[in-house]
């Protein structure tokens, strides 16, 4: 290379253009694109970069602005270049991610010297961010909403899919929006200050999402000091040391710990939730990080909802004696939590029970069919997300939150792919007939379709009265 300062384009040329940038990094063409566009390679693949090029760190275009984030836009709080560890005036809290970026803003929620270290990801959902916070399924990551106003339904306690926020932070463009709903009962800043979670306001969230899609969920730490004293390298060194979700077994940290019984059924206007008074079957819901909303979909569909910890064996759940068995969302890596979940599914499979999974329900049975799961890159979270019924030919607006994935290479001979991803053709959907088993990667729970994936609730009641 010339002695000329090294530029986007020419660290491009260097390594063959930008298709052999693409397949050497892991990375779309697209990606390379926006590098060139934006003058800049994020900082997660510099060290190939250096590999590949001989060049040093300090020849890495953007290097001397790694903690500035990216060009400021109104509303955003940004560092001086010269000085990324100093906060800048009016920051009251930050990101610190674990490349040494520091993403300044004002603290919201609650005051930390620094929240536990998580892995920092995006959800694009324009509604329901009461819902979104309290999933289960966000533990061990902060949330980055890409929709700007968030806060103008305010909170309620109907709106919600556990009693706690598992999520370790929320990151919003603009500060919190004034509640103007019938329904409002608090302020979101005074509901995640009860809750006890830290949040960000005033980032460039849509810098911070480009970073995350193109380089990979990092791994980073919140801080919004009482006192305002920043220790940004402690933080930084914390980000660095946490070894991310993959191994993590998290379901354990969010489930219920002993069984209980479930009647509640899904809100209607004008009077709100119901009961199930005279259900036709009973289902045992293994909770690896239950939604709430789910259950209750099942108690509308007609059924006796008992449910039991996620550490259940499969004497524990063939002893309530159940029509059919009900596998929960969750949070971490469905390996990890494989270890005692797959022989319990695979003991409630061999007794011929009819099962239905969700999310890491549905990653969970697939390990124990035989399939293997791997890390996505960055992940599905939000409410927009299409999917293709194989078996209908139908496509069905859903919503998703999940990092991990099924490889549909792995699965097994009697093991069938029912739903694809529009957006990736990532697997979300599959069906063993003669285990009377199937599972979807999206939550058909939710509503954004309104009401395009509530037919698997009844799908799973047939197969309850098939095998009857």
């Given amino acids: 290379m010339s002695s000329a300062p090294a530029t986007v384009d020419s660290i491009i040329e260097t390594m063959g253009g930008a298709d052999a940038v693409a397949r050497r990094l892991g990375v779309g063409t697209e990606a390379v694109r926006k590098w060139r566009q934006g003058r800049s390679i994020p900082s997660k693949h510099w060290p190939a970069v250096i590999a590949a090029t001989g060049l040093s760190l300090a020849d890495m275009p953007g290097a001397d602005l790694a903690g500035a984030g990216a060009p400021q836009t109104e509303g955003t709080i940004m560092p001086e270049p010269t000085a990324p560890h100093a906060a800048p005036e009016g920051a009251t809290a930050a990101l610190v991610l674990e490349d040494g970026s520091v993403f300044w803003g004002r603290g919201i929620g609650a005051h930390t010297a620094g929240t536990e270290p998580a892995e920092i990801c995006f959800n694009t959902g324009m509604t329901g961010y009461q819902e979104t916070l309290t999933d289960p399924s966000y533990a061990g990551q902060v949330i980055t909403f890409t929709f700007p106003h968030i806060g103008n339904v305010g909170t309620n306690g109907e709106d919600i899919e556990a009693a706690t926020i598992a999520a370790r932070g929320v990151i919003v463009k603009q500060d919190i929006t004034e509640p103007s709903n019938w329904r409002n009962h608090q302020h979101l800043d005074a509901w995640l200050r009860g809750q006890g979670v830290t949040g960000l306001a005033g ?111 499969a004497e524990d759940i063939l002893r309530h004696n159940p029509d059919g068995v009900f596998l929960s969302n969750g949070p971490g890596d469905p390996a990890a939590t494989g270890t005692y979940a797959v022989p319990a599914i695979q003991g409630v499979l061999a007794a011929g029970k009819p099962v239905f999974g969700i999310c890491l329900g549905h990653q969970l049975l697939s390990l124990a069919l035989g399939g293997k799961t791997f890390k996505l890159a960055r992940g599905h979270r939000g409410a927009n997300q299409p999917v293709k019924d194989l078996t209908t030919g139908r496509v069905e607006i859903t919503s998703q939150n999940h990092g991990f994935a099924v490889d549909p290479g792995s699965l097994p001979e009697g093991v069938q792919v029912t739903h694809v991803s529009l957006f990736d053709q990532s697997n979300e959907g599959i069906a063993c007939p003669a285990k009377r088993a199937f599972s979807v990667q999206y939550h058909p729970e939710a509503s954004p379709g309104p009401s395009d994936s509530h037919y698997l609730f009844q799908r799973f009641v047939d197969l309850i009265e098939a095998k009857a």
């Fill in 203 to 313: 980032v460039d969230t849509r810098a911070l999402t480009i970073r995350i899609r193109d380089g990979g969920a990092p791994s980073g730490v919140l801080v919004f000091p009482a006192d305002g004293r920043f220790d940004i390298e402690g933080a930084m060194a914390r980000a660095k040391a946490w070894p991310g979700l993959e191994g993590m077994d998290l379901a354990k940290t969010v489930a219920c710990t002993q069984a209980y019984e479930w009647d509640e059924t899904t809100w209607a206007w004008p009077t709100g939730y119901g009961r199930q008074t005279a259900p036709k079957h009973h289902v045992v819901a293994v909770d690896y990080g239950a939604k709430r909303n789910i259950l209750r979909c099942l108690a509308a569909a007609g059924c006796r909802v008992t449910v039991v910890p996620g550490t259940a064996t």
